[in-house]
């Protein structure tokens, strides 16, 4: 239900993002791969700083938290995504 610019986020910084629809109904935290990263889909919940894919930590129906990619510039959009639909 949000989109649009992200306020004065910096890359690297988390963000908790509130409001309906924003993923799973069963709350999901993160876990780090074998390779030291966060998932950038959490059981269907992607979201995208301009167009880069943000790491993500927790998901829930009611909130979300990511961390800005590095790569993100001023700007930059932020969209949620779950299951290919804007939320």
Do not use: C, K, M
Not at 11 to 34: C, K, N, Q, R
């Amino acid at each position: 239900v949000f989109d649009g610019s992200p306020g004065p986020f910096a890359p690297g910084e988390l963000v908790s993002l509130y409001g309906t629809d924003l993923g799973p109904a069963e709350p999901l935290a993160a876990a780090f791969s074998a390779e030291g990263r966060l998932p950038v889909d959490l059981r269907g919940t992607r979201v995208l700083v301009g167009e880069s894919p943000a790491p993500l930590l927790f998901s829930s129906r009611g909130q979300v938290n990511f961390q800005i990619p590095w790569e993100a510039t001023a700007g930059s959009s932020v969209r949620v995504e779950v299951n290919g639909r804007r939320s």
